[in-house]
């Protein structure tokens, strides 16, 4: 690890260097890489730091107690700020080797969001639109933009589907626990006989593809364009601005119809696609050390009954970790740290736990 830590230390020192030749900085591309790269070492470089301070100070207290000269007062002392030196070595250790973790390279992108209503009808519908307003609020609370791409929402209100993107610092990086089957167990308003229902919506959130990352020939998309509906069939407008783009090969089909100018409705369509078609990439890669993990924590996997709204009881549990949390009304109103916090806390041990 100290080798490492040292190679990391030269670079950090060499980046720095770098970024303060005024032909580095008129090279934007080059410096804006730098930067990023700058930002993700510094607290590695500074962990390392304060690494070797305690070493140093562990060795000058040992030195002393090793003095002839040192009396039984001063032995004391020592020993206690070894035992503190000690500990703090240790607790270091420990964040450095989460530091030193491989970076997920899309923890630093914005994301797309896609939730659709699962079983249950209405009651899936209506709890969709409950997802989509957890984390509406969970982005506000991060300062993050939330802009919706599609949706289709039915009169009896809720939401079947919608897709939207999240742009900020951070947000795949937190949000990316959430792909997976989350089911509600509630009263439906229309039950008279007051039995609790069991209602399901799945959740997709997909890393947002740069232009660079995805190759994508034309002659592989349909495009269709029609008039766009709204609630109960109506038209949204006279113009056939709605536009369905088909990639062929792999069969997805992404709609979009929230916008009157066909363009931004073709390149709404275009960013969701290019995401599902990364996420497909994604998948491919991922499978194999998927398979061999014992949790599925940030996998990402769709199918998987992630968790549990439980209303009667007013709880919230994370079936990967096996968290409950009893602050539901919160939960949906995008507090939802403690819990993201805990599921990254959990694959991180996992991968300490894959790499030692």
Same mark, same amino acid.
């Not at 990391?8 to 720095?16: A, F, Q, T, V």
């Not at 939802?336 to 790499?355: K, N």
């Given at each position: ?15 720095? =260097? ?46 002393? !107690? ?10 004391? &002392?020592?020993? $206690? ?5 000690? /500990? ?9 080797? $989460? ?25 899936? *519908? ?7 307003? !957890? ?64 209602? +399901? *919506?799945?959740?997709?959130? &997909? ?34 601005? *709605? ?6 090969? +792999? ?10 100018? /066909? ?22 890669? /991922? ?20 968790? +549990?709204?439980?209303?009667? /009881? ?12 009893? =602050? $539901? ?28």
């Amino acid at each position: 690890m100290l080798d490492k830590l040292n190679l990391i230390s030269e670079k950090y020192n060499d980046i720095n =260097q770098k970024i303060s030749d005024p032909q580095v900085i008129a090279d934007q591309n080059l410096f804006k890489n730098l930067m990023k790269e700058h930002a993700h070492l510094e607290p590695i470089v500074n962990h390392y730091n304060d690494y070797k301070n305690v070493l140093n100070s562990i060795e000058e207290n040992c030195e002393m !107690m090793a003095d002839s000269a040192c009396d039984d007062e001063l032995r004391e &002392l020592c020993e $206690l700020e070894l035992a503190e030196y000690n /500990q703090r070595k240790e607790e270091l250790e420990d964040e450095l080797k $989460l530091l030193l973790l491989p970076k997920d390279p899309n923890d630093d992108k914005n994301v797309i969001v896609e939730i659709r209503a699962g079983a249950g009808g209405s009651e899936a *519908a209506l709890f969709a639109g409950d997802l989509f307003r !957890m984390f509406s609020r969970y982005s506000e609370r991060n300062h993050w933009k939330t802009e919706i791409l599609n949706s289709n929402i039915p009169d009896i209100g809720g939401i079947k589907e919608i897709t939207f993107s999240i742009e900020g610092k951070g947000a795949f990086s937190r949000l990316k626990y959430e792909s997976g089957v989350h089911r509600v167990q509630r009263i439906p308003t229309t039950e008279s006989g007051g039995r609790i229902h069991t209602s +399901t *919506a799945t959740v997709a959130v &997909l890393p947002e593809a740069e232009d660079v990352e995805i190759e994508m020939n034309p002659n592989d998309l349909r495009v269709d364009v029609f008039r766009s509906s709204g609630n109960g069939g109506q038209s949204v407008n006279t113009t056939d601005s *709605a536009v369905r783009i088909t990639h062929e090969p +792999t069969g997805i089909v992404v709609t979009c119809q929230d916008e009157k100018s /066909q363009l931004k409705n073709k390149d709404k369509a275009m960013k969701v696609l290019k995401a599902r078609l990364y996420e497909l990439e994604l998948e491919k890669q /991922q499978s194999e050390i998927a398979q061999d993990r014992k949790s599925q924590v940030g996998t990402g996997d769709r199918s998987e009954r992630i968790r +549990t709204y439980n209303f009667p /009881q007013g709880r919230v549990t994370d079936h990967r970790i096996g968290m409950t949390v009893h =602050q $539901l009304d919160g939960f949906l109103d995008g507090e939802i740290d403690e819990m993201i916090d805990a599921l990254i806390t959990t694959d991180q041990a996992e991968r300490l736990a894959e790499s030692i």
